[in-house]
């Protein structure tokens, strides 16, 4: 043969061997793939030349070598299951869409595609996710990223919304790795269990959406990181609660009408100055809405309805559009203070970290009015506080010397922790006060002498010369009075003291 005839050879040969110019791994994978899926696009059974498959983009590795960086699959009616292996074949993958199908089967594992920068597989019916499925992918970009997203509304993501069939999978914290990564959605998804605390990584993060699933606890702390974040979606979740919302106290301290201040300890996203939307809605989020969420500018709209939160109703301004129905606010005029005794009895709260027991029903502006735990006499003054053994948590707070006509107050078999305040000793009415099987600590104040105090089982507390003298050892702890139940608040007799154990008879030593 010539070498003209041979180079003519060579030309008409060309469109047969180009695919041969891939990765043999490549090639492999996407007769696997063009098996799998149906219906496959026509061409991909007429054309040798995977590169000149439509939807299918190459780009040239090397001199005579290339490379599968971009398959397009959106909206194409397919059915099947992707098969395995993509991650060990398609190395060089930058863009996967393959949203908006019938796609069954697990998601298959995209481990270690350093380069991928847009992944979609919204709008499936994809059964599982794999472990570490998400590991490794390094290179997402802000603006054209990888998102795992279940949400309609955002661009250029990695999308696994409206997956309703996938198993109960848990929120990848491998992602933490894409530490540019712009949007991340995970709506409608069944994500369970609690989030992990690895959002620090996302710094340039603008869209998390995680609504419609069934996240439970608390959000992590590194949400606080979160600079850059303009909408928040963390809606209608099985028990997703807070102590507050998961946003905002004022980090010098949020103040009440009554001047006392509110430190807080729950996330602040108060530095998130770019935030336009946030939605909480049909959640367990308790305490008060603080002032710093009210006065942040860049905010549009706010859903915060359906919790248990409490206190004044937010006043948001007139250019944000606010849902706020179904909570416990004291008043339905925005703005307006509480009344003083519910104002006082948030801010116990606020150191037991707003607990759902508590916010279940402390709820209005009467806490004389189905309030739990709580008696009040007929001229509507607060005489009894019962919150023993309720499982509580945190300190006692000094604001309960804002409660001047309280008699009785039985914080015992709970897991406070800290000291006895000071300020309780202005409590002149005061006659019993238990604080019994806790983990208090510090010195004993000096109370009136008409006072009774329980101390017993807090092994750190500190008897100072100027503290009452213990009196003898006390009969069982049966004895102790339970909580009143929630329907209990009218007025009733004094208890006999003889009826409570190891009480201190307060007094002049």
């Not at 303009?230 to 997703?240: M, R």
């Not at 759902?356 to 009894?384: H, Y």
């Not at 008409?450 to 503290?467: E, G, K, P, Q």
Request: glycine fraction near 6%; proline fraction near 8%; include cysteine.
């Amino acid at each position: 043969m010539g070498q003209p005839t041979f180079l003519l050879f060579l030309l008409l040969l060309w469109p047969c061997v180009v695919s041969e110019n891939l990765q043999g791994n490549e090639v492999a994978y996407m007769k696997k793939l063009r098996k799998a899926i149906s219906p496959a696009p026509p061409d991909w059974f007429t054309q040798s030349n995977m590169c000149d498959w439509s939807h299918v983009t190459c780009t040239d590795i090397t001199i005579g070598l290339s490379s599968i960086e971009s398959i397009n699959l959106m909206s194409k009616s397919l059915k099947g299951e992707l098969p395995p292996g993509l991650n060990n074949s398609l190395r060089n993958l930058k863009t996967l869409v393959l949203t908006n199908n019938n796609l069954t089967g697990p998601v298959p594992s995209f481990a270690g595609l350093s380069i991928l920068q847009v992944l979609d597989l919204g709008f499936n019916n994809f059964t599982s996710v794999p472990d570490g499925a998400f590991q490794g992918l390094i290179r997402l970009q802000p603006k054209y990223d990888l998102v795992i997203s279940l949400a309609k509304t955002c661009n250029q993501e990695f999308r696994l919304d409206n997956n309703t069939n996938l198993a109960p999978w848990t929120f990848p914290a491998t992602l933490s790795a894409s530490s540019k990564l712009n949007q991340l959605s995970l709506t409608n998804a069944n994500l369970v269990g609690s989030l992990p605390d690895a959002f620090h990584s996302f710094r340039d993060l603008e869209y998390l959406g995680l609504s419609q699933n069934s996240l439970t606890g608390s959000l992590p702390n590194s949400i606080t990181k979160l600079l850059t974040l303009q909408s928040l979606h963390l809606e209608n979740q099985q028990n997703l609660s807070g102590k507050r919302i998961p946003f905002i106290h004022d980090p010098v301290g949020i103040r009440e009408p009554s001047g006392e201040q509110f430190p807080g300890s729950s996330p602040d996203l108060s530095n998130c100055t770019n935030l336009t939307e946030l939605k909480l809605h049909g959640n367990q989020f308790t305490g008060v809405v603080p002032p710093s969420l009210m006065n942040l500018s860049s905010l549009e709209e706010v859903s915060l309805d359906n919790n248990y939160l409490q206190g004044p109703m937010p006043a948001f301004n007139e250019n944000v559009s606010a849902t706020l129905e179904g909570n416990g606010f004291c008043l339905n005029q925005p703005g307006r203070p509480c009344d003083h005794r519910v104002t006082t009895l948030l801010q116990v709260a606020e150191a037991f970290a707003y607990p759902l027991l508590l916010a279940r029903t402390w709820r209005g502006n009467n806490p004389c009015k189905r309030w739990s735990f709580i008696t009040c006499d007929i001229q509507g003054k607060i005489r009894t506080l019962n919150l023993t053994n309720l499982n509580l948590n945190g300190t006692i707070s000094p604001a309960f010397a804002n409660l001047t006509d309280l008699r009785e107050l039985y914080l015992g078999r709970n897991n406070l922790t800290d000291s006895i305040p000071e300020s309780l000793t202005a409590l002149s009415q005061l006659k019993i006060l238990d604080v019994s099987n806790n983990n208090l600590s510090g010195s004993v104040p000096r109370f009136s002498p008409n006072t009774i105090l329980n101390t017993a089982n807090n092994s750190f507390l500190v008897w100072s010369s100027l503290s009452p003298i213990e009196s003898p050892p006390a009969p069982p702890l049966t004895s102790l009075p339970s909580p009143a139940t929630p329907s209990t608040n009218k007025a009733s007799p004094t208890t006999s003291r003889s009826s409570y154990h190891l009480w201190i008879k307060l007094g002049t030593i």
